[in-house]
C-alpha cells in the first residue's frame, strides 16, 4: 500500500493563478483531511470530508475550495493565489470514527501524506 | 476554542539522556490525545495515542502520560539517540469535534552522538 500520497510535491505560484493539490488514499479511509502547516502556528485544519460526495469546513477554510467525488481523492483547490497561502500543506485520512466501537488501537490514528510545499509570490 | 501549546519548543541534549517534553491543552473535555513525529520535509507518524480514560501509553523507549483534570501529558523518551531527532507534536480530539484533531505547534529536538 502506499498510504497517502501528495502531488505535486513542491509549487510556486504567481499572485492570482489557481492550482490544484490531489491527495489519494488506498487504505479505503471514509475521511479525508487537508491542513495547512505553518511557522510558530502549528497545523490547522483547512477542510475535511466524511465520506465521498461530503465536505466541511475546517479552522482556516477561507481561500479554499475542496472536493471528493471519488472516495480515494481529496482535492484542494487555490481559485486566486495570494502570498498568505505560502505554506506547506499537508493531507490525511482516518477510518471512519464512530465513537461506539473506536477501540484503542492506532487505526483511529490520521495517516499523513508527505506535504506539498506551496510558494506563492 | 480548544488551544495546545508545547513546551520547549526546541530542545537540544546529548545522546543518552533520558528526555521529556510537555503539551497541554486548554479544553479538558477530549476523547483522546496524540504524539506525532515530523522528519524535516516528511509528513506526520503516529507514536501513541492516549484515550481519556487512561492515564498512560508506553511504546519501546516512549511512553506518554495524559492527566486529563488539568490540561496535560508529557513524552518520556528514554535513552535517546540521534535517530530520535525530529520534531514532535501532540494533538488533541475534543469531545465535540468529530475525528478534528487540534495540534500543538511542536518541540524541535536534536539528539547530539
Known amino acids: 500500500n502506499a498510504g497517502v500520497t501528495q502531488t505535486p510535491k513542491f509549487r510556486v505560484l504567481k499572485t492570482g493563478q489557481s492550482m490544484t493539490l490531489l491527495c489519494a488514499q488506498d487504505m479505503n479511509h471514509e475521511y479525508m483531511y487537508w491542513y495547512r502547516q505553518d511557522p510558530g502556528m502549528g497545523l490547522r485544519l483547512i477542510h475535511y470530508?466524511?465520506?465521498?460526495?461530503?465536505?466541511a469546513k475546517g479552522e482556516v477554510p477561507d481561500g479554499y475550495n475542496v472536493s471528493r467525488l471519488k472516495k480515494q481523492n481529496f482535492l484542494l483547490g487555490l481559485e486566486s493565489a495570494a502570498p498568505s497561502q505560502t505554506s506547506v500543506y499537508f493531507c490525511?485520512?482516518?477510518?471512519?470514527?464512530?465513537?461506539?466501537?473506536?477501540?484503542?488501537?492506532?487505526?483511529?490514528?490520521?495517516?499523513f501524506g508527505p506535504g506539498t510545499r506551496l510558494l506563492v509570490l | 476554542k480548544q488551544e495546545v501549546t508545547q513546551i520547549p519548543a526546541a530542545l537540544s541534549v546529548p545522546e543518552g539522556e533520558n528526555l521529556v517534553l510537555n503539551c497541554s491543552f486548554t479544553d479538558s473535555a477530549i476523547y483522546n490525545l496524540q504524539w506525532f513525529r515530523q522528519d524535516p520535509g516528511k509528513g506526520l507518524t503516529s507514536l501513541l495515542l492516549i484515550q481519556s480514560s487512561q492515564r498512560e501509553q508506553t511504546s519501546g523507549r516512549l511512553n506518554a502520560s495524559l492527566d486529563k483534570s488539568s490540561g496535560r501529558s508529557t513524552l518520556y523518551i528514554a535513552a535517546s539517540q540521534p535517530g530520535d531527532s525530529a520534531t514532535y507534536l501532540c494533538?488533541?480530539?475534543?469531545?465535540?469535534?468529530?475525528?478534528?484533531?487540534?495540534f500543538g505547534e511542536g518541540t524541535q529536538l536534536t539528539v547530539n552522538p
Open positions: 494533538a488533541v480530539r475534543g469531545e465535540t469535534s468529530g475525528s478534528r484533531l487540534t
Open positions: 470530508s466524511v465520506g465521498e460526495g461530503t465536505t
Open positions: 490525511a485520512s482516518s477510518i471512519l470514527f464512530d465513537l461506539w466501537t473506536v477501540t484503542n488501537t492506532p487505526q483511529e490514528t490520521q495517516y
